[in-house]
């Protein structure tokens, strides 16, 4: 895969559904962003793109597993208007939820 090439294609497209963060609050997430195996700087146009999409008050969550990008994009949240409300451990990495201000 090259730098900005197609990830794989899954067989089902990451749909709305519910994560439990860590302060044990349960939050309906509205898309989900699958960054899983993707490094530098996929998971951060990918996330940018999500919540530029995303309506004010909707929940965005982006599936991390490299360190980096995680991080990174945790930086980024102010910039692009959103808020982390937590990043629960995943089976693979985190999952990182934001909420669009």
């Known amino acids: 895969m090259g730098l900005f090439g197609g990830k794989k294609q899954t067989a089902t497209p990451a749909t709305a559904s519910q994560v439990a963060l860590d302060d044990g609050r349960s939050v309906n997430v509205d898309e989900w962003v699958d960054c899983l195996g993707d490094s530098c700087p996929r998971p951060q146009l990918m996330t940018k793109k999500a919540l530029g999409k995303a309506a004010s008050g909707q929940i ?15 930086a980024m949240l102010p910039e692009l208007g959103g808020t982390l409300l937590g990043s629960p451990k995943g089976e693979r990495g985190w999952q990182v939820v934001i909420r669009r201000n």
């Not at 965005?60 to 945790?74: C, F, H, W």
């Open 60 to 74: 965005v969550g982006v599936k991390i597993d490299n360190p980096t990008s995680y991080e990174a994009v945790l």
